[in-house]
């Protein structure tokens, strides 16, 4: 069942994503009538999208509303107690039942989770973020033992979709798999290769374009030395996350490193990486974005 919503939902990213690439490419071109007819099938394109989505929706809250009913039903046919009838009689729902007949008590009303907003889990409420005067979703202890750490290896065999690694939750329901992208020093290095996402995102696209503009402006083809599609990402380590050795956490050269960077540059680095790390989380909380997993955020 989990499988088969993995699959759904990676099937509507799928239509979504081709919608977002076939926009990015109509942006470059001219305003021209093909052009307007192109943008007017998008729209149609990210309607229908939207009415089959609703459609999905309406159809698990019918499900949904089914499965209460019968729930209810089961209980009334047999929870306590029963009217006075003959010997057998004939229950709400057309059972047949008697006198004296073993029954369960009937609790309070059975909930069943809403399928459609899942893993927002009861102890997750609101708590005020005094920095930055925002109620932030996120649960409370009374003993600091009681956080969880906040790395945890992945591994199940059975998912084609996220590998087995090192992941941490930002936001309930919100995964990410831990990237580990090779780090440059930016004392030593100025290319900046690969370190900054081309807005273009697909190499051929961004090719176009730069031979759009040469041709525009007359002038020299450049080249792009930002990172497109399938490229991994590089970082740069600058002086001011760890000043003795910035290009400290490239996986090349970490376990080496970890032995020469003292206390005060960590609590630094730490400083420069939750700090990053809160902000995107109070950007997928307040955007309420939820159940989603990024195994490759160092990726483009
Ligand atoms: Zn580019």
Redesign the pocket.
């Known amino acids: 069942m989990d499988n088969s919503l993995q699959l759904y939902t990676t099937t509507l990213e799928k239509s979504f994503s081709l919608l977002v690439s076939k926009y990015c490419k109509l942006q470059l071109k001219d305003h021209t009538e093909a052009s307007i007819n192109e943008g007017t099938n998008l729209i149609k394109d990210g309607s229908k999208l939207v009415h089959t989505l609703k459609k999905h929706i309406q159809s698990l809250e019918t499900l949904l509303c089914d499965c209460e009913d019968f729930i209810d039903e089961v209980y009334d046919d047999i929870s306590h107690p029963q009217p006075e009838e003959d010997f057998v009689y004939s229950t709400a729902y057309g059972m047949l039942s008697y006198k004296g007949r073993d029954h369960i008590e009937r609790k309070k009303q059975i909930t069943i989770p809403r399928p459609i907003v899942k893993s927002t889990k009861e102890e997750n409420k609101r708590v005020l973020l005094h920095e930055i005067d925002y109620q932030f979703k996120t649960y409370t202890v009374d003993n600091l033992t009681n956080i969880k750490p906040m790395f945890g290896y992945y591994n199940n065999p059975s998912d084609k979709i996220n590998p087995p690694g090192l992941y941490c939750c930002i936001v309930p329901s919100v995964y990410i798999k831990v990237p580990f992208p090779e780090l440059i020093d930016s004392t030593r290095e100025y290319s900046r290769v690969r370190s900054i996402r081309?807005k273009?995102r697909d190499?051929n696209i961004?090719d176009e374009q730069r031979f759009k503009m040469a041709r525009y402006h007359n002038s020299n083809l450049r080249t792009?030395n930002?990172a497109?599609r399938g490229e991994q990402i590089i970082k740069i380590g600058y002086q001011s996350r760890c000043s003795s050795i910035p290009r400290f956490g490239d996986p090349a050269t970490l376990l080496r490193d970890v032995k020469n960077v003292n206390l005060e540059e960590i609590k630094n680095v730490i400083m420069y990486g939750l700090n990053d790390i809160i902000s995107s989380a109070v950007w997928f909380d307040y955007n309420n974005i939820s159940n989603v997993t990024y195994p490759d955020i160092d990726i483009v």
């Open positions: 081309c273009y190499k961004c792009c930002f497109h």
